[in-house]
């Protein structure tokens, strides 16, 4: 019948055009994908890519299970696009073995304009460069050894608190006022307190307090840039950024010259870093800096996401994190590291020794990067949180435009308060009154970030970690986590260094060899805008390729500059090093070696250790123990001292015990026409002294002394030691046993 033969052909069409759909389908979906490898294609088109799965924002946990992958693009008609693509399951493959050789002047693999490859290649890293593991696997040749660190090795779930001198005084930074709380008469020093790195005319290197009397409670004006309030014996001190508007109108011109210089000139702004003995394991464990981890994962996979957090705290990415599991720090010493970074400058055992001895930073140096940054129009500051001299010393940064005071960490005994038992669990932090160190120059770096000023270089280094408990940086956790999401919200143009300038060792496990390569092995993020990385993915590739090849402090000083530049990288001007390499623009050579990257043989990780049994130890250890010990008791047996008259307070030292000796042949390459290997024997010696008593790091070859370190905290000899002496070799007073 008509009826039936009628529905047999709409049957039959329905199928064709079913099929004709499909064909049209997949030829669509071809063409996009094609599309999106194009060359030709802007570098842009990424605009987004939201991982979608219960409607809840991507996280990095969230990459191994199944579930769809929305990708928007623009083409260059600025049309979007829009195509749905089932993500891989959880049985994704990892990359185990070593990559292609890519040396300096070859292109990293395009993979910031390929959503999948670049989630593919982010998942494959992660495990290798945000884990607790001391040595974990690398692509390049530098092998570090990776033994296991002491289960024990820390504790969890502290809390550190400031409650030897309560909360009176509140401080509104809008209104620059100070709300004490304090009934009855109470003083105020508002007088800078700004450390001289010679003494003063009161024969101190601050100047010396003006007291003005109150009575309470009330609201004071504050504008100055430090205020010391003494209620009923006990302290509140604040701080806070005193603008110089004449100053920065001066810079402003500078800056609007320099922009001017070439076309599309687009200066960023920065932020370092420097949390003091900080390895790449210890960020990453669970009494490290976990809360801190856990954003920058979330910035790590910002090209495939376009929002991260949970429903009631959602963060938005508008940079990028990159981790780097093989930068090697040069021991255990700030300014051996901080540097090259800064100056692009090697720092020598002697320049470390003058360091220590004078408290003054008086190695003459081209120019620091502030400098670099001060002659083309930016503002810049550099804060310390223990003094604020320039790696450990008094000398400050004159240069920079802005720089908190000193705070009384010494004079009023908070240091020796530190980490006081107040209860099971509890512990007295990093404190200055009733806050945290570390929060005075996170607030005033913050303040100097929030000036409605183009191009900004700030700076600030944090001692927190630098004491022998393994959890002290965790006190610090929350304050920078919400430190850095503030920043990076607040300043879209803000690049991040954050990083340790070196490792430490354990200190209650000396003869524990991961110490040795944490020391060397320092925890380093850079973070980039994404608004840089669309515009020049090839950033991104470099750096995903280069972030487990070998990396000194030189390469951090060249990229720096380079991006003072941006977008005209390559038209860096001024000093740099012959052992620098962009990060931006090239990759490093799986091959490098220690000496080629600047990294003396006796600092390299990439050198194995062998631990020699103490059945092995011979007269020769005991030998070179000597000769140590000899070194120690030198420092204050000089014939200046001598002839002064003035007896040292320093004792001499006695060999208590040997504690360990590792071995090593390093393999040194000799850089010329005719290039050679060349094996030395190295002897990593960790020796006790009677005296303190005090624990010492000796690094020596057969011949001569390399390096010799004090390893327990030498800070306690502060009161009594001979300061024509380095306070690291002036034991002057004894301690209980046991005391660090």
């Not at 690398?138 to 909360?167: E, I």
């Not at 600030?460 to 430190?483: C, W, Y």
């Not at 060899?513 to 991104?540: C, N, S, W």
Request: charged share 25%; aromatic share 10%; net charge neutral.
């Amino acid at each position: 019948p008509p009826t039936r033969s009628m529905a047999i052909f709409q049957r039959r069409l329905f199928l064709i055009l079913v099929a004709l759909f499909v064909v049209c389908l997949i030829a669509t979906w071809n063409t996009f994908f094609r599309k999106l490898d194009t060359p030709g294609l802007e570098s842009d088109i990424l605009e987004s890519i939201a991982f979608r799965k219960r409607n809840a924002p991507l996280r990095p946990r969230d990459l191994n299970s199944p579930g769809t992958v929305t990708i928007v693009v623009k083409d260059a008609s600025s049309v979007n696009k829009t195509a749905t693509v089932t993500k891989a399951g959880s049985d994704h493959s990892k990359r185990t073995g070593k990559s292609a050789s890519h040396h300096a002047a070859v292109p990293a693999p395009q993979l910031f304009a390929d959503p999948q490859r670049l989630l593919k290649r982010l998942r494959e890293l992660e495990d290798r460069l945000t884990t607790s593991e001391v040595g974990p696997p690398s692509d390049s040749d530098c092998q570090a050894m990776n033994p296991k660190a002491p289960a024990n090795l820390g504790r969890d779930g502290l809390l550190w608190v400031c409650n030897f001198s309560r909360t009176f005084v509140l401080q509104d930074r809008e209104r620059r006022t100070l709300d004490v709380k304090c009934n009855g008469n109470f003083k105020v020093n508002f007088v800078d307190r700004e450390e001289n790195d010679s003494p003063r005319q009161n024969g101190r290197f601050v100047n010396d307090p003006v007291w003005e009397e109150y009575t309470g409670p009330t609201v004071l004006p504050f504008k100055s840039k430090y205020a010391d309030v003494e209620c009923n014996g006990q302290h509140n001190y604040r701080t806070q950024l005193v603008p110089d508007p004449a100053m920065e109108a001066k810079q402003r011109e500078l800056y609007d010259q320099f922009v001017k210089s070439k076309e599309g000139l687009t200066p960023l702004s920065f932020l370092s870093i420097s949390i003091d003995a900080v390895s790449r394991a210890q960020m990453y464990r669970s009494f490290g800096l976990p809360r801190t981890a856990d954003l920058l994962k979330r910035l790590y996979y910002a090209p495939v996401t376009n929002f991260s957090g949970d429903s009631a705290h959602l963060v938005p990415l508008t940079h990028q994190a990159f981790f780097f599991n093989r930068v090697n720090s040069i021991s255990g010493y700030t300014a051996m590291n901080l540097v090259p970074m800064y100056a692009g400058e090697s720092f020598s055992m002697e320049d470390e020794r003058e360091r220590v001895r004078h408290s003054k930073f008086v190695k003459p140096v081209k120019e620091f990067v502030w400098q670099y940054a001060a002659k083309r129009g930016y503002i810049t500051s550099y804060a310390v949180d223990t003094g604020n001299g320039l790696f450990g010393t008094r000398t400050v940064c004159k240069d920079c435009h802005y720089r908190p005071g000193c705070l009384p960490h010494w004079e009023h005994g908070w240091v020796k308060k530190e980490n006081t038992v107040l209860k099971d669990g509890v512990l007295s932090g990093f404190c200055e009154g009733d806050g945290m160190v570390f929060d005075y120059i996170m607030n005033y770096s913050r303040q100097v970030l929030q000036r409605d000023y183009p191009a900004k270089w700030v700076a600030f280094d944090s001692a927190v970690h630098h004491r022998p408990e393994p959890e002290a940086i965790n006190q610090m956790d929350g304050s920078l986590l919400k430190f850095l999401e503030a920043a990076l919200q607040e300043n879209k143009n803000l690049v991040v260094f954050l990083f340790g300038d070196h490792g430490k060792p354990y200190t209650e496990f000396p003869d524990h060899i991961g110490g040795h390569y944490e020391t060397l092995l320092p925890f380093f993020t850079m973070i980039l805008p994404l608004d840089v990385l669309k515009r020049r993915p090839d950033f991104a590739d470099n750096l995903l390729e280069n972030s487990q090849r070998l990396i000194s402090f030189y390469d951090v000083h060249t990229t720096i500059k380079s991006l003072m530049h941006y977008p005209h990288v390559e038209n860096v001007e001024g000093h740099l090093s012959r052992e620098g390499i962009n990060l931006l623009t090239n990759v490093i050579s799986p091959h490098r070696r220690c000496a080629e990257a600047g990294i003396p043989d006796w600092a390299c990780a990439c050198n194995t250790m062998r631990e020699m049994p103490e059945s092995e130890w011979t007269a020769e250890v005991q030998t070179l123990v000597g000769k140590a010990i000899d070194d120690i008791n030198s420092q204050h047996k000089t014939e200046a001292i001598v002839s002064s008259g003035k007896k040292s307070t320093c004792q001499d030292v006695q060999l208590d015990k040997v504690q360990l000796v590792y071995v090593g042949d390093n393999i040194r390459k000799t850089l010329g026409s005719k290039q050679s290997l060349e094996r030395e024997v190295e002897f990593t010696i960790n020796f006790a002294v009677v005296q303190g008593p005090a624990v010492f790091k000796l690094v020596t070859t057969r011949d001569s002394i390399v390096s010799l370190k004090q390893m327990t905290r030498y800070a306690k000899y502060k009161e009594c030691h001979d300061e024509r002496v380095s306070i690291e070799f002036c034991i002057c007073k004894n301690f209980p046993k046991g005391t660090m």
